[in-house]
């Protein structure tokens, strides 16, 4: 049995180097600015998503 061959990823975001994931991260901050207006169980939610994308993020720098 032969490995699926990965396909190309994602396709580049126009801007400058990095501009995806800078939007990535600055929308998981703004997300964080309005937690206290939410429900516990939406807020457990948005710490959640930001704790994910700041761990991708670290992690693709981590590796260049």
């Given at each position: 049995m032969t490995s699926?061959?990965?396909?190309?990823g994602p396709a580049p975001?126009?801007?400058p180097p990095g501009a995806g994931v800078l939007g990535r991260v600055e929308a998981a901050v703004?997300?964080?600015?309005e937690v206290a207006s939410l429900p516990l169980?939406?807020?457990?939610s948005?710490?959640?998503d930001a704790h994910r994308t700041l761990q991708e993020t670290l992690g693709t720098i981590e590796e260049r």
């Open positions: 699926p061959v990965p396909g190309p975001v126009p801007g703004a997300a964080l600015g169980r939406q807020q457990v948005v710490y959640a």
